[in-house]
């Protein structure tokens, strides 16, 4: 995990009736201001809970979006969700109170795969969906909308090929909504639309942080394996998650399953992609990476225990600047370094070398169009992005409950 675990300092106390309210104090640990810090607390850090959920208002009396999660499908909540700003060294009051009727808020992520079993152009919403072991990647009528699943932001949307690509493509906005639902009904994505546009040309490289290996001084894509599932683990106001299982990955002999669990949080242009690597024999290393097919330069940065590389200039398939980061916690990094130029494997991609943190590889990636947001019409601008999801990413909340 890139982001520290949160420090839950949990004092005693009872939840003992809906009219009773409790706070809940948050303490920014950095002496940084920190932009929508994402907060996942366990139902078990409130065993004395009497109601069901809860609501949180800030010191002014406004609703903070919370979102309470079924994480194992069994039907009760075990996470509940939310964002909160931070000035410098802030602590945070909340007033938390019981309630019997779940919250609700508007929709500000989504995780989308449509489905066309009979292949004829209508696509049905599905929440859990295996390949077929004889699908053919770019056949067409397309089995799947699009490709693949989709995840999105109200301000940006990634996709995945679903096929033996493995690619990671980006749907930049023209203004912040949610659409990957409509993309590909009629329309050429690839060309601006009223939503926005496919901005990326991904070719053979890994794109937007697709997967890969590195073994015996080769790079082997995660692309034909013996199975590939797909499933929404969750989706509403705060975040959306989505879990993709791919089983009988053949790398030099030796064979791997690999779970990659990928999230994303209302008001981020970034996802999370953490994976578990069946089968390792040690001599191993998870690859990820950014497309280099326009010749834009790499750059790398560090701060506090986040490892960036990036890539920022006339680099959208809509002519104009996009920006593209990693970011990866130092303890799960191994370097970067670049793919070939060409062959028959992964190439035109600057890569990442992952190791596993509790048998856990994760990493971030950020993407900035400056047709979305005007600040990206500069490299300092994109820059300044990367160094503001790094900050909430180190950034720990230390977490009390307080009668």
Not at 101 to 119: C, D, Q
Not at 346 to 372: Q, R
Request: glycine share 8%.
């Amino acid at each position: 995990m890139i982001y520290r675990t949160l420090s839950l300092l949990i004092c005693v106390m009872v939840l003992a009736a809906c009219q009773k309210t409790t706070k809940l104090k948050l303490t920014n640990d950095l002496s940084v201001a920190i932009s929508g810090k994402r907060l996942v607390l366990k139902k078990t850090d409130f065993p004395d809970l009497a109601t069901s959920y809860f609501t949180l208002k800030d010191s002014k009396g406004t609703l903070i979006p919370i979102q309470f999660d079924d994480m194992d499908g069994d039907g009760v909540w075990d996470e509940v969700a939310f964002e909160c700003d931070f000035e410098a060294s802030e602590v945070l009051d909340l007033e938390l109170s019981a309630t019997d009727k779940l919250p609700e808020f508007p929709k500000n992520t989504n995780v989308y795969l449509g489905y066309s079993p009979e292949r004829n152009n209508e696509f049905t919403s599905v929440a859990a969906n295996s390949r077929p072991s004889d699908h053919v990647a770019l056949s067409t009528p397309y089995l799947y909308q699009y490709e693949g699943p989709a995840w999105e932001s109200e301000l940006v949307g990634f996709r995945t090929y679903f096929d033996s690509r493995n690619g990671k493509d980006i749907f930049g906005k023209a203004k912040p909504q949610l659409c990957v639902e409509q993309i590909g009904l009629g329309e050429n994505y690839h060309e601006m639309q009223d939503w926005g546009m496919d901005v990326l040309k991904v070719g053979s490289s890994l794109g937007a942080g697709a997967l890969a290996m590195f073994r015996e001084d080769s790079i082997y894509r995660l692309g034909d394996t013996e199975t590939a599932d797909f499933r929404i683990i969750t989706e509403g106001p705060v975040r959306s998650v989505l879990e993709l299982t791919y089983g009988g990955w053949n790398v030099a002999g030796a064979t791997y399953t690999v779970t990659e669990t990928i999230s994303i949080w209302a008001g981020k242009r970034s996802y999370e992609s953490r994976v578990r690597l069946g089968g390792r024999e040690g001599n191993e290393i998870l690859v990820t990476g950014i497309v280099d097919l326009k010749k834009v330069a790499k750059r790398e940065l560090k701060s506090g225990g986040i490892q960036i590389m990036y890539t920022y200039g006339d680099q959208s398939e809509n002519h104009d600047n996009l920006g593209m980061g990693l970011l990866v916690a130092e303890a799960g990094f191994a370097g970067f370094s670049k793919a070939p130029e060409e062959g028959d494997g992964v190439t035109n991609t600057y890569t990442a070398l992952l190791n596993p943190v509790d048998d856990l590889y994760s990493f971030h990636f950020l993407a900035g169009w400056e047709v979305e947001n005007a600040a990206f019409t500069n490299q300092s601008g994109f820059e300044a992005a990367l160094i503001e999801v790094a900050n909430e990413l180190n950034a720990n909340i230390a977490v009390e409950l307080i009668q």
